[in-house]
């Protein structure tokens, strides 16, 4: 099925991207539908209303982002910083609660944690009596990118969000609006209504973070409000079927239901990723934990703060990853790149000369490793723009200028 936008066909048992991980193995715990990733918004699910989205009668984009200043934090000895590093960005990290529309829905999901400890009570001492069932909402976590209350959070957090409660660190509990929710990445951004001088924290580089590096998630599992939990980046680019950007940090941090859209931070204080998902066949943390990057999760929030909403460049295709065993069938020596399946047409790929069975092997002056790469670089490059792209066909290279269009249905 040709895709309308930067292109990525979705496929329910192994992406084009070659995902090797079992997707059994990926279920939402917000009690909405099953996905390809186990996403970590809290308690209970919102209702679903069709998301949220800025329209004109919707208040104006609440300006530039400021750049808060980077965590003095102490680096001497393995674990010396932590307590540092949590008492410079603690006050950051905020819970974000959701109530749903409808009031009749009840807290009996399997992973509302009462839920399950009556269920043990009522298995080894034969409680009979089940406890009233009261409205549930959804759970989650996000953290302070702005002093004047500006908030990243997951969008799956916030879906069919009715009510939307910010509690600070502090105890207090402040109304939040909803500025925009961007479904393609999972990233929402909150404005907390209230009186400004928040604290914020810095966002890192997470285009150098490098396996082994260690990292600290905050957040509010369980409800478990400002828990910290520590490892290292177990690896990079994982893509996990979650939507056509999928680029995650992998980190072995403890993460559970309740952290998604809390901070994942370095060892300076400053936040490397957005905690989304995680790996798990029982539905409980294995130490596989997936977070956006935050070069991805600040334009994102930049965007949607700025302008009230996401445009990104598409080019009209569909996508597959140019494997070595394609390689072989076309009597190309190595693999890499980006196969054109199909191309729109009268898209912009068509009208640029792309044709279904091309490899994209640059972009940009970039090397296009496979079908997320360019479905990344298109999303990143400029409305209306025309890019150099070099292209594998019938053995042969070929040099075109790929005109960029616009990918109208990405608005948060």
Same mark, same amino acid.
């Given at each position: ?219 509010? +599992?369980?409800? %478990?409000?400002? #828990? *910290?939990?520590?490892? &290292? =980046?177990?690896?990079? !680019?994982? $893509?996990? /079927? ?50 956006? +990057?935050?070069? %991805?999760?600040? #334009? *994102?929030?930049?965007? &949607? =703060?700025?302008?009230? !909403?996401? $445009?990104? /460049? ?99």
């Amino acid at each position: 099925m040709l895709t309308t936008g930067t292109g990525r066909r979705e496929s329910s048992a192994k992406n084009y991207r070659g995902s090797s991980l079992p997707m059994n193995s990926f279920n939402k715990i917000s009690f909405r539908p099953a996905v390809a990733a186990l996403l970590l918004c809290g308690t209970a699910a919102a209702a679903a209303t069709g998301g949220m989205a800025l329209t004109a009668s919707d208040p104006a984009p609440v300006g530039r982002l400021a750049e808060p200043q980077a965590a003095s934090v102490a680096r001497a000895g393995v674990h010396a910083s932590l307590a540092d590093m949590v008492a410079a960005v603690g006050t950051s990290v905020v819970q974000i609660q959701v109530k749903p529309e409808n009031q009749a829905m009840r807290l009996s999901g399997p992973s509302d944690p009462r839920s399950q400890q009556e269920e043990m009570l009522r298995r080894f001492f034969g409680n009979p009596e089940p406890r009233q069932e009261a409205p549930r909402g959804a759970l989650g976590s996000g953290f302070i990118i702005d002093a004047s209350g500006i908030v990243v959070t997951n969008a799956h957090v916030v879906q069919g969000a009715d009510t939307v409660t910010v509690q600070l660190s502090d105890g207090r509990e402040l109304p939040g609006q909803v500025l925009g929710r961007d479904e393609k990445t999972d990233l929402a951004v909150i404005r907390i209504e209230g009186t400004g001088g928040f604290q914020a924290v810095p966002w890192g580089d997470s285009d150098a973070t490098r396996v082994g590096d260690s990292v600290f998630a905050v957040g509010s +599992p369980f409800g %478990l409000g400002n #828990t *910290v939990t520590a490892g &290292i =980046v177990s690896a990079r !680019s994982r $893509e996990i /079927g979650a939507g056509p950007y999928d680029d995650f940090l992998q980190v072995d941090a403890a993460i559970n239901s309740g952290n998604s859209g809390g901070p994942l931070f370095d060892a300076n204080g400053r936040v490397v990723g957005v905690n989304t998902a995680i790996f798990s066949p029982s539905g409980g943390n294995v130490g596989i934990g997936f977070a956006i +990057p935050a070069q %991805l999760a600040r #334009t *994102v929030a930049t965007q &949607i =703060v700025e302008h009230g !909403s996401i $445009e990104r /460049g598409r080019i009209g295709v569909a996508l597959q990853d140019f494997t070595s065993e394609l390689a072989e069938e076309q009597g190309v020596e190595q693999g890499g790149g980006a196969l054109i399946a199909q191309v729109e047409q009268g898209g912009p790929a068509a009208l640029s000369g792309i044709q279904p069975g091309d490899v994209v092997q640059r972009f940009a002056g970039k090397t296009i490793k496979d079908g997320g790469d360019l479905a990344r670089a298109v999303a990143d490059a400029s409305s209306g723009s025309r890019v150099p792209v070099q292209v594998l066909r019938d053995r042969r290279h070929y040099a075109l200028n790929l005109r960029i269009g616009s990918d109208a249905a990405a608005r948060s």
